[in-house]
Nanobody, 128 residues
Framework: QVLLAESGGGSVQAGGSLRLSCEVS????????GGWFRQAPGKEREGVAF????????YYATSVKGRFTISQDNANNTLYLQMNSLKPEDTAMYYC?????????????????????WGQGTQVTVSS
């Protein structure tokens, strides 16, 4: 059974940093597409950052490019999302997700319907 355990959310002031972690357990494949979506109250879920673990290809939403960095630790089966220069508009619930295949892009970024494993979510709040 594949389980995703998230950690690292919290509250920071604008301009601050947070790092999210997503430990992937029970996965028998040696490559997958993994990353984070976020959803703010009253808004649609959006893709934030993703990595194809086979070759390290990364994908970012335009709104976070240059501020967020996704990475993988293969030894610990963990994905990380380093978030710098945080803005109030980054406030949302962040969900880690994994897709068994390659990253299927819609509009240049992986799309939620293709992900079949999801974490419990972690809240990120950025105050101005």
């Amino acid at each position: 059974q594949v389980l995703l355990a998230e950690s690292g959310g919290g509250s920071v002031q604008a301009g601050g940093s947070l790092r999210l972690s997503c430990e992937v357990s029970g996965y028998t494949r040696n490559s997958y597409c993994g990353g984070w979506f976020r959803q703010a109250p009253g808004k649609e879920r959006e893709g934030v950052a993703f990595i194809y673990t086979y070759d390290g290809t990364t994908y970012y939403a335009t709104s976070v490019k240059g501020r967020f960095t996704i990475s993988q630790d293969n030894a610990n089966n963990t994905l990380y999302l380093q978030m710098n220069s945080l803005k109030p508009e980054d406030t949302a619930m962040y969900y880690c997700a994994v897709d068994a295949g390659t990253c299927t892009l819609v509009g240049g970024i992986p799309s939620a319907p293709y992900f079949n494993k999801w974490g419990q979510g972690t809240q990120v709040t950025v105050s101005s």
